[in-house]
């Protein structure tokens, strides 16, 4: 079995192995194994051993491993930003295994005249080809900048053999406990050593470089409402206020505070809801106070959930430059949600914005 070597990082931080979830199609299960599945429990033992090996390499303060059978099968970033910070951890590793199993039918053919067996026509005689492999795919996500810092997959040649039906237990039995166990062993080291060898340098919460600053001017818009449920929640002052927040720290755009916005328009008897609808009141923010953009939004509670629509105007055209809507089950994981769509937006915005290279 292959070996993992310590390695010394520039910075020490935590981690989470979380989430390493079989999606394995077994074709090999229905010829081979009577539509039963049959070994060892992938994703179980791919967090064991890649947790087991992270930790044992002495490379971070403090490694936690929580079972795929925790995590939710429809798990999003968000998830895996919330159980990170849940569980005070700067990174969360999680992943898809899948063993490719084939089982084919092939014939072998034996001379004419061979020694014992009587001279006539050529004789088949039936033996099947049983290959197997397991690919393990990676991901890593700093909770604090959000940044997706490493993605790969690594294939381990799990068994390959050309058998006779008479042995097709006996492959089973050594292959798939055995093998298969040994690819994934192999697989994880792959993926631990190329993991720590990237993290080397790797600052946590410092994400890369970041789309460069227009210097364009931003206003957080009172965001929608939708319902008296949630008005009287707060969750659209929550909102809007996260947003401006969180966008000023991206020093993207320069954002303009929400209060002299108020007093500015308050002034001329307009509101800040007037911008959206008002042409004149648009025309008071863009010269007044050098608004470029306006960030409308809206939040709704329907069915357990709480809905986030943004849209980003151009106060100059009064046309809508990008818009993100996303959702969350849990009210806690409201600030998340607002920074990953604060990143999804001003990604967006630089690629539709950004000068044509010459």
């Known amino acids: 079995m292959k070996k993992l070597e310590p390695a010394r990082l520039k910075h020490s931080f935590s981690i989470t192995v979380a989430g390493i979830r079989d ?46 059978s925790q995590i939710p099968d429809n798990a999003t970033e968000l998830t895996w930003v919330s ?34 067996i009587v001279v006539g026509a050529p004789l088949w005689s039936p033996n099947y080809t049983l290959k197997g492999e397991v690919e393990l795919t990676l991901h890593v ?33 050594r292959y798939v406990d055995l093998e298969k166990n040994v690819a994934l062993h192999n697989a994880a080291v792959e993926a631990a050593k190329l993991l720590l060898k990237t993290l080397a340098s790797y600052e946590p919460g410092r994400a890369g470089p ?6 364009k001017v931003i206003a957080v818009v009172d965001f929608d409402p939708g319902s008296d449920f949630v008005k009287r929640m707060g969750y659209d002052t929550q909102a809007a206020e996260m947003f ?24 001329r008897k307009f509101t800040m809801t007037d911008m959206v609808q008002d ?24 069915g357990g959930l709480l809905h986030l629509n943004v849209r980003l105007l151009d106060i100059s055209t009064a046309t ?22 604060t990143r999804r937006m001003i990604e967006e915005f630089a690629k539709k914005t950004q000068a044509p290279e010459k």
């Open 83 to 116: 159980l990170g910070r849940k569980e005070g951890t700067d990174l969360v590793i999680h992943g898809e295994i899948n063993h490719r199993a084939s089982f084919s039918l092939n014939w072998l053919t034996l001379p004419s005249y061979v020694p014992g």
């Open 244 to 267: 401006t927040t969180t966008l000023q720290n991206s020093g993207f755009f320069k954002v303009i505070e929400r209060q002299r916005i108020t007093d500015v328009l308050a002034e």
């Open 23 to 68: 999606v394995s199609e077994e074709a090999v299960s229905v010829a081979l194994f009577s539509q039963e599945k049959h070994g060892i429990d992938l994703s179980e033992a791919v967090e064991l051993k890649l947790g087991s090996l992270l930790q044992d390499s002495g490379s971070f303060s403090k490694t936690r491993i929580i079972p795929h």
């Open 141 to 173: 996500l700093d909770v604090h900048s959000l940044e997706r810092i490493f993605t790969r997959k690594f294939t381990e040649v799990a068994y390959s053999s050309i058998c006779f039906l008479t042995r097709v237990t006996a492959l089973r039995d």
């Open 279 to 302: 042409e004149k009141a648009r025309q008071v923010a863009e010269k007044l106070l050098g608004i470029d953009y306006l960030l409308l939004g809206s939040v709704a509670k329907l």
């Open 210 to 215: 970041e789309p460069a600053s227009q210097g």
């Open 320 to 341: 809508v430059v990008v818009t993100k809507s996303d959702s969350i089950s849990r009210d806690a994981d409201l600030q998340i949600l607002v920074e990953l769509m």
